[in-house]
């Protein structure tokens, strides 16, 4: 039922309750037969073991289970134990990152109320919240947390704050009357309370009308529970990998079987062969150096401020096409802060960031001297002796105990050099009529050092404007003339259309021995001293980094609870609202369906007025029309959308634990711009891992060529199982995780997101990996045909020949793979990890070759001197070819 559109009376009716004395026992006990407890229900959990187990369904996990099944069938047990410990350690990791991704449900039950206050049978008890029922009247004041989804009976100066559900920056003000409009989103609800929010300001009393799963907070943890985790790019692509590699593995073995026999060899021997070419096309090692990679770029994504929950989410992020972001604390500051002062006609400016009270202010641009504007120096005063906020300093930051808009007009009276404390010996009151939301204002009765006394009073323009007789304009008290009106409500306007809050500032004075004891006397005939206009303000860098955003190709979209035009006024600051691109609210949104979303989802850069079905929508939207979405937020209400799209990222300062649990990324710094450097990581890790595919996949494809056209021209087998058992696993795994370590190119973050579409051999990297491979195998073919025929009695030589040959050619050819371009476009220095791993990888080959206990485990010879002429000069051919060939067609 939509009880806001129903009266106190027709709730009542039908609820079947009483709000003069509750509910009586039986009727608790027949309704929690009927609707159960209220707390969040969880889904099915996946039992421990199954959820390990299922980290060995993927298909590159598989591959590699093949693999060892093949070491083992060749005797080579020590590379089958190797291989066992890659998988075990890689299944391990993703265990583990998945059981602590389970934890959302666990942390929104926390968020409801662990005790409320109840009418039974005529007595206000104090029970938990979980016992709560349709129907049960609840009474809660200020830092209550409401327990249930309520239908508001009574509200004295009751203010809400809710943007952990509705993402709006400002507590609600709420009221008992019935709403008439229809399709309201949450935010509107101004005579409902919702479960989980929090009571910042008055009391109230409500009537139960939704619990546990039913209420709106039980919505977002059904959708939380629905929502589809997205399979990474880099996850899609390392599966196609996988099965291409499989694929490729079984028609060499096959081919490779059937040529030896047809040329006369023994079936035993060519199975083994092409036993060895198939663990020779798969990269063995690739598994573990993709989460190495992934983990080295995790530590220096710490660095910056980024905390990464779900190790291939770094690799997605730097793919992101469209980035949603919430406004409220993600793009802005969560501190509401005065920026424009009007009075007399004349507007100042107020600069300094959130509540520290350090700033300075600016008429014309030019800064003033706060002493020389006595009209200024008044409204601020007032505005600093008719509050109840207070700043406090925590840990080099400083915060606001108390009401958002009161901190404001403190901070701001502060920042012209106010003490509050300091104020109450000039100033001593006397009398306060809190602020309520019928009358719209707060006021003091204040008494100075001389005994004059004064009311001070502020509150909504519209309403204090109608209040004063009179006016402060340049120092003195004016008639509040039709054309002084018109004035202030041309000011009025001229803030709200920049998306500020106004609050006015009025006064009077009175005679010294006058008892004011109602509010109607006191807030009438009032002097209108002027305005003060405050906005939660964007954060100041992120406007550059939505301009570096952009300049990558990547969209950022505002999406927020609070209204339009505050959302319009934010988006056009930070540069994300430009000419052509659109706003929608939610009653727009709720009209539309996903699919008639997709056809302007790519022109809409503001979503305002949005409930979390709304953002889901957006996420499904934005996923059809083939975009990589990030989202990032850090209420309850972000937590599905967070988990829906394809990288969640969470706030960790303002960050709902919900929130964060089902993101993949958490910004400790609460920062927009600590996105931009995360993406750039991301890109870069990206192009880490084509660079290690590249190379270990033209090492591998070298290894294959070298043997089949070793057979199709019917010479002896230049390498022997072992041995290329052993370049896989070690002369290709070092380099390879030093590649991983590549720092970023010049230009990472000036390229467009990769399409989500392109697979891993895109950009022409099949045709390197092919090329490359082809001369890496035809140079180590002739190195070894040379040695053969110069002494064909020497078989093993010219196999240790043809064995340092592949190494050396590997070794020279990771060099290359560091540029899409070529081995001369960077410094080959520039990675120091590199470099030790490629000496680290020829002492190694060098000890397999000269180490007389390893020599007939390995099947090698001590090489001469001459003979590392021929190695090395044929191992740099492929390299310096194809560099040659880059330097010409850039001449040309």
Not at 366 to 389: P, R, S, Y
Not at 865 to 887: I, M, N, Q
Request: overall charge neutral; charged content about 20%.
């Amino acid at each position: 039922m939509k009880f806001h559109e129903l009266n106190e009376r027709e709730v009542e009716k039908a609820l079947n309750t009483d709000f003069s004395a509750g509910l009586t026992e039986a009727d608790v006990k027949n309704r929690r037969k009927q609707y159960g407890l209220n707390e969040l229900e969880e889904g099915e959990k996946q039992s421990a073991l199954l959820l390990f187990f299922s980290q060995f369904k993927d298909f590159m996990v598989l591959v590699l289970l093949a693999a060892t099944l093949i070491s083992g069938l060749l005797g080579e047990y020590i590379d089958a134990i190797a291989i066992i410990a890659i998988v075990i350690v890689n299944g391990f990791l993703g265990f583990f990152q998945e059981r602590k991704a389970e934890k959302s449900l666990q942390a929104l039950k926390e968020l409801s109320a662990p005790q409320v206050q109840v009418l039974r049978d005529g007595e206000w008890v104090k029970i938990p919240s979980k016992e709560l029922v349709v129907g049960d009247l609840v009474k809660f004041t200020s830092g209550d947390r409401i327990g249930a989804d309520v239908r508001l009976i009574e509200a004295r100066s009751l203010e809400i704050e809710e943007s952990a559900l509705t993402g709006e920056s400002l507590p609600v003000q709420k009221k008992t009357s019935k709403l008439t409009s229809s399709n309201l989103g949450i935010g509107d609800l101004e005579n409902m309370a919702f479960m989980g929010t929090m009571v910042t300001r008055g009391s109230g009393v409500g009537v139960v009308v939704a619990i546990g799963m039913k209420t709106a907070m039980g919505q977002i943890a059904d959708l939380l529970q629905n929502a589809e985790t997205m399979e990474t790019p880099l996850q899609r692509r390392l599966e196609q990998l996988g099965k291409i590699l499989i694929t490729a593995a079984l028609i060499l073995t096959v081919l490779v079987v059937l040529v030896g026999v047809l040329q006369g060899h023994d079936l035993y021997t060519m199975f083994l062969a092409g036993v060895s070419l198939a663990v020779a096309a798969i990269p063995e090692g690739l598994p573990a150096i993709v989460t190495v990679a992934l983990s080295l770029g995790v530590q220096r994504m710490i660095k910056n401020n980024a905390i990464v929950r779900k190790l291939p989410a770094v690799e997605t992020l730097g793919c992101a096409s469209v980035i949603c972001s919430d406004k409220t604390g993600t793009m802005t500051q969560n501190k509401m802060t005065v920026t424009h002062l009007w009075s007399s006609g004349t507007v100042w400016k107020v600069d300094g960031v959130g509540y520290n009270p350090r700033g300075s202010f600016y008429r014309n641009e030019n800064e003033i001297d706060i002493k020389d504007e006595k009209a200024l120096q008044q409204m601020l005063m007032f505005g600093m002796l008719c509050n109840h906020a207070e700043v406090k300093k925590k840990d080099e930051d400083f915060i606001v105990d108390g009401d958002p808009t009161e901190g404001a007009l403190l901070v701001a009276a502060m920042k012209a050099g106010y003490n509050r404390n300091q104020l109450l010996t000039q100033f001593e009151i006397i009398n306060e009529f809190p602020f309520d939301s019928v009358r719209k204002m707060m006021t003091v009765v204040v008494k100075d050092q001389n005994g004059r006394q004064f009311i001070v009073t502020k509150g909504a323009p519209d309403v204090l404007a109608n209040v004063s007789e009179s006016i402060l304009w340049d120092g003195k008290r004016q008639l509040l003339s039709k054309d002084m009106q018109n004035q202030v409500q041309e000011a009025i306007n001229d803030l709200a259309s920049q998306a500020l809050r106004t609050i006015a500032i009025g006064f009077k004075e009175v005679p010294a021995k006058t008892v004011i004891l109602d509010e109607k006397e006191a807030e009438k005939d009032l002097t209108f001293i002027g305005l003060q206009g405050m906005i939660d303000p964007p954060r100041p860098e992120v406007k550059q980094a939505v301009k570096e955003c952009k300049e990558a190709g990547i969209k950022t979209v505002m999406i927020t609870g609070d209204h339009v035009i505050t959302a319009k006024a934010i988006a056009t600051q930070l540069g994300i609202l430009t000419k052509g691109s659109k706003v929608l609210d939610g009653k727009a949104l709720s009209e539309m369906s996903v699919e008639e979303l997709e056809e302007v989802v790519d022109d809409v850069s503001v979503f305002a007025r949005v409930s979390p079905e709304h953002k889901l929508k957006i996420v499904k939207a934005l996923q059809n029309r083939g975009h990589i979405v990030a989202m990032t937020g850090d209420g309850v209400n972000d937590a599905p959308a967070i988990k829906a799209a394809d990288i969640g990222v969470a706030m960790g300062i303002t960050g709902t634990d919900v929130a964060k649990e089902a993101s993949a990324l958490v910004l400790l710094d609460d920062n927009f711009a600590t996105i931009k450097a995360a993406i750039k990581e991301g890109r870069n890790i990206y192009e880490n891992i084509r660079k290690f595919i590249r190379y270990l996949l033209a090492s591998n494809v070298g290894e294959i060529l070298v043997m089949l056209f070793a057979m199709l021209l019917a010479l002896p087998l230049p390498l022997v199982p072992i041995q290329i058992l052993w370049v896989n696993l070690v002369t290709d795994g070092l380099p390879a995780m030093a590649l991983g370590l590549d720092k970023p190119e010049d230009d990472v973050m000036k390229r467009k997101p990769r399409s989500p579409k392109e697979g891993v051999f895109a950009r022409g990297l099949g045709w390197k990996v092919v090329s490359r491979g082809f001369l890496i195998g035809i140079v180590t073919l002739i190195a070894f045909m040379i040695t053969y025929y110069q002494d064909t009695e020497n078989l093993v030589y010219a196999q240790t020949i043809a064995f340092a040959t592949l190494v050396m050619a590997q070794l020279i050819h990771v060099f290359d793979c560091r540029s899409e371009k070529s081995v001369f476009s960077r410094n080959p220095f520039g990675n120091k990890y590199l470099v030790w791993a490629v000496i680290s990888s020829v002492i190694l080959m060098l000890i397999v070759i000269y180490y007389p206990p390893l020599q007939p485990i390995f099947h090698t010879v001590p090489v001469e001197l001459r003979d590392w002429f021929l190695v090395v000069g044929l191992a740099s051919v492929p390299t310096f070819l194809l560099a040659g060939s880059f330097l010409m067609r850039k001449t040309k």
